[in-house]
């Protein structure tokens, strides 16, 4: 029958044609590309639709009350004040450290009190005094072996560069 061929040729127009590459806009969304047709190369694309994106239709569904009462409870959590975020493995977490001005204790009236404040710090001076007197020279110690392994090393280097020299040249 005519009819059928006329139908069967119609058929095969809404096919892709296989083997050909798909359109840009197709590669881009990762689909089918419905715009390459079977029998000839010149007739139009198919116009696809555009559907919306999911951020548009979670605007346009319908609220439930179940959905405004997240909402409401994600505004407060919003409204509550900063949230501290996780401490990285090994690291306090810095926000905590920060957290709040640090108060100084206000100084006693009564003389004896003051005292034996007073001479708590000037314990705990003389004890950091000591320990930094310590760390200096130990800084030096350590800064002069530094110096010493320089020095030892760049004497082997010298070494290695005459022996590998000699052994350019054969001799």
Known sequence: MPGDNHNASSETEDVPRRGRAACA???ARKKRC?????DSDTSAPVPVPVSPSNRTRMRTRTRT???RKRQRRGRAAKKAGPVLKRAKRGHPAKAAIRAGPRTVPERSRDPIEAASAMSVHAVFSH?????LEEFEAKI????EAFRATMIAGTAVQHAVDKW???WKTGQ
């Open 25 to 27: 806009e197709c590669k």
């Open 34 to 38: 419905v715009h390459r047709f079977d």
């Open 65 to 67: 009350p179940t959905t």
């Open 127 to 131: 004890e950091l005094e000591e320990r």
């Open 140 to 143: 030096l110690a350590s800064q």
């Open 164 to 166: 590998v020299e000699t």
